[in-house]
């Protein structure tokens, strides 16, 4: 058996492998010889704080909310600040929790197994605190930069640019200059880590959010789904309030109010901190039997679905995140071989290219004109997919996309 090229501890505030990102990635490195170990978040079914998934060990911290950090809309200007305030105090309080909580699990991880590279995916953007520690023993440090914490505050809450995006560009930059290469999802990204973050170029790796197609991939659809004899939308991904899903169901609701069609029935499958909140928006839009929120669904269900769908969405309106953000749920539509209505965005418009109809941002109205351009064009959701599937069978699976990340530690550890 040949050498490992080297052992790397992965810190990611998600559940693994549930984070799609994380686990293509940990799969790449084990499959190029690299041994690798995860920390995780505890899922809510799990009981044990270990387990080795595909050759990957992974060791689970529990989770610990201490408010709930969802906005609420029309909320008062006092409203707002009491809002920003909690919301503040919670992310400030898990992110403590959890970078500390990774620390003392290291600890056990360098004694058991041994790692060469601590490999952080972002948010938070307090891990490379534990990276600190360890660079002062030889170790290397990797930042990936999934989400870029300023906008993602500015997004989420509606907010302006003020102490708390201050405090979290700090935070961003010193886990930039300590790194001793950088992951970016996209050029934007890339450009963002050179420009504010003054990483030089040649430390900056682009791994895009490709799907993996072992994963990914069409299979028997949902029989009730086609019993319905209607025009099956599909919607995968988080459902917190930057994700937009609350704009895809005003969408809806003209789909029926506005534009008198109720020959459809759209499936939104995921989980977040709204999703309670969307189901009660449904409720109050008078879209029962047009919509369901099943929340988290099984792998099978999930490529069943989106198997069915005849169209699938991406309602994330234009945000400071948004509009430079790259989404997985876009390329893994594209891998189905689906048609995809979505808003006119950089990184969005980079990656479906001719796979979409593309709407004026945040025109909820103009989203549902798009959807029934689709549902009347079958011909035309059949050249889109196609074209979608191509594209990424091509240039942005993972399979592909994910070699850079080879490359990116093959500099890293010579």
Not at 133 to 146: I, N, P, Q, T
Not at 231 to 236: A, D, G, K
Not at 319 to 325: A, E, I, K, M, R
Request: proline share 4%.
């Amino acid at each position: 058996m040949s050498e490992s090229p080297g052992k790397v501890l992965m810190l990611v505030e998600n559940h693994f492998p549930g984070d799609v990102r994380v686990k293509n990635e940990a799969d790449i490195l084990t499959a190029a010889g690299y041994f690798v170990t995860v920390i995780a978040l505890q899922g809510k079914s799990e009981t044990s704080i270990s387990k080795v998934v595909d050759n990957i060990h992974v060791y689970a911290v529990p989770k610990v909310t201490l408010f709930t950090k969802t906005r609420k809309e029309n909320a008062s200007g006092l409203q707002h600040v009491w809002m920003r305030a909690v919301a503040f105090i919670g992310y400030a309080w898990e992110y403590l929790y959890f970078t500390t909580a990774c620390f003392v699990m290291s600890l056990y991880v360098a004694v058991k197994h041994g790692f060469d590279v601590i490999h952080a995916h972002n948010p938070p953007d307090t891990l490379f605190l534990v990276a600190a520690v360890y660079k002062l023993a030889g170790k290397k440090f990797v930042f990936d930069h999934h989400d870029l914490s300023p906008e993602l505050y500015q997004s989420r809450y509606q907010a302006d640019k003020g102490f708390v995006t201050i405090v979290l560009g700090l935070l961003e930059k010193a886990s930039l200059k300590l790194a001793d290469i950088t992951i970016a999802t996209n050029d934007s990204y890339r450009a963002i880590q050179i420009e504010r973050g003054k990483v030089k170029p040649e430390n900056v790796f682009v791994v895009r959010n490709g799907p993996n197609l072992k994963r990914v991939n069409y299979c028997t659809p949902s029989e009730r789904l086609r019993r319905m004899n209607k025009t099956i939308l599909c919607y995968v991904g988080a459902l917190n309030p930057q994700d937009g899903v609350d704009y895809l169901l005003r969408s809806l609701r003209d789909l029926v109010c506005k534009l008198n069609r109720k020959d459809f029935y759209c499936v939104i499958m995921g989980s977040g901190d709204s999703l309670e909140d969307l189901r009660k928006l449904a409720r109050e839009l008078d879209l029962d039997g047009y919509v369901e929120l099943p929340g988290y669904v099984s792998e099978e269900d999930l490529m069943s679905n989106l198997s069915a769908a005849d169209i699938c969405v991406d309602p994330d309106p234009s945000s400071p995140l948004n509009d430079v953000s790259t989404w997985i749920k876009i390329m893994e539509y594209m891998a189905m071989g689906k048609p995809i209505v979505t808003y006119d965005l950089k990184e969005t418009h980079w990656s479906a290219q001719d796979a979409a109809l593309y709407v004026k941002p945040n025109n909820e109205l103009e989203f549902a004109q798009a959807i029934v351009k689709l549902m009347d064009s079958p011909e035309l959701r059949i050249q889109m997919g196609e074209f979608g599937r191509k594209r990424v069978e091509h240039e942005l699976k993972w399979e592909i996309v994910g070699q850079n990340l080879v490359r990116a530690y093959k500099a890293l550890l010579g």
